[in-house]
């Protein structure tokens, strides 16, 4: 059994977040929590205090702390009807810079970092909407740039964005696709939004740039989540959550952001399979043996 001792101190303008640990003895675990040590510059707030869900609202059957790590976890036996999150209930968001340590246990399901997002009670308990940093086994799915209950995919993992005025996005550039990041591993994902500019980061590698010019769906303010996800059973661990509120900037104009003709899709529409070749039909069949009106009978 690990047992994790939050120990803090602040020296300073720069305060230092750590913990200290007997070593696991029946759990896996790449990195332990007490080898992590936050140096938080002037600026930043550390938004977990290491012992309780504090300051954050969701569902108490999903989310707990253990060990000094916010973790989120499904089961088979009571599956999710919906996605749902871990709301921090702090000031909104708008431009900012956040740090977050987290790791994913599944067999295929994802979970997310959501920023600028909407508390949509509308669509049941502990549901948001909005931007989302993913957090995805699938290579070219991590680190992207999602809009949860909105516009879906606008950025893969490895591209340069441009979302058009009309709510195109349009693949303008490439960002390295290596290394491949290991979800089950401790990983640092890094968000920054200025303005309708957004640059997601995972262990320093920029994995998308954005600029969002559809005014009607993008979002330049609202509330931080973190998400547990419907389907498979999922455990997702999360700590060292910082964050640095950035000063307000100007919206970066479609004119600064010029879209080249040929740009492809971020996320094409799949194909629709062609429709297989129709025979004559049961009607057509029976007419055809039918024997044609005053013919003899045989």
């Keep these: ?8 101190a602040l020296a300073g303008t720069s305060f230092f977040l750590s913990s200290c640990s007997e070593p696991p003895a029946n759990e896996k675990d790449t990195e332990d929590a007490s080898q992590v040590t936050i140096s938080a510059q002037p600026g930043f707030e550390i938004l977990f205090n290491g012992k309780d869900l504090t300051g954050w609202k969701g569902n108490p059957d999903n989310w707990k702390v253990e060990n000094g790590v916010i973790v989120g976890t499904t089961t088979e036996e009571a599956p999710l ?27 295929g399901n994802n979970s997310g970092i959501q920023y600028r997002a909407e508390v949509r009670p509308d669509l049941g308990d502990y549901v948001v909407s909005g931007y989302q940093c ?13 809009d949860e209950k909105g516009r879906g995919i606008l950025c893969k993992r490895g591209m340069k964005a441009v979302i058009t005025p009309e709510g195109k996005a349009k693949q303008v550039g490439d960002l390295p696709m290596e290394p ?32 969002d010019h559809h005014e009607d769906e993008r979002d330049l303010a609202g509330v931080l989540a973190f998400q ?18 950035l000063p307000s900037t100007k919206i970066t104009s479609p004119d600064q952001t010029p879209v080249p003709a040929d740009a492809p899709d971020v996320h094409p529409p799949k194909k629709k399979a062609a429709p297989k070749a129709k025979g004559p039909g049961k009607a057509a069949e029976k007419a055809k043996a039918a024997p044609a009106a005053g013919a003899p009978k045989e």
Aim: contains cysteine.
């Design 228 to 245: 547990i996800h419907k389907g498979p059973a999922m455990r997702v661990e999360i700590r060292n959550i910082a964050l640095k509120r």
């Design 81 to 107: 009807p919906y996605n749902q999150f871990l709301i921090w209930e702090g000031a909104p968001l708008e431009n900012f810079e956040l740090t977050a340590e987290l790791k994913l246990i599944s067999d």
């Design 134 to 146: 993913d957090m995805h086994p699938a290579i070219w799915a991590n680190g992207m740039l999602y």
């Design 1 to 8: 059994m690990k047992i994790l001792i939050p120990c803090f």
């Design 180 to 211: 491949e990041f290991v979800t089950a591993d401790w990983n640092t994902y890094k968000i920054t939004a200025q303005g309708n500019h957004i640059v997601h980061e995972v262990n320093g590698v920029q994995t998308v740039d954005v600029y």
